[in-house]
């Protein structure tokens, strides 16, 4: 839970091109990794501005 949460402070504020620039230069098994925090970042974390 509390590596979650700083990964997601950290994706916070990455911008795309430092999103991309991690996915080319990660190994194929941290590539997955990176893209399910992301994927979990979106869903539950990021401020959308929804009530």
Same mark, same amino acid.
């Given at each position: *839970? %509390?590596?979650? @949460?700083?990964?997601?402070?950290?994706?916070?504020?990455?911008?795309? %091109?430092? *999103?991309?620039?991690?996915?080319? @230069? *990660? +190994?194929?098994?941290?590539? /997955? *990794?990176? #893209?399910?925090? /992301?994927? @979990?970042? @979106? #869903?539950?974390?990021?401020? +959308?501005? #929804?009530?």
């Amino acid at each position: *839970l %509390h590596f979650s @949460n700083c990964v997601n402070a950290l994706l916070d504020i990455c911008d795309g %091109h430092a *999103l991309s620039f991690l996915s080319r @230069n *990660l +190994t194929p098994a941290s590539q /997955h *990794l990176l #893209k399910s925090f /992301h994927t @979990n970042y @979106n #869903k539950f974390y990021r401020f +959308t501005g #929804k009530v």
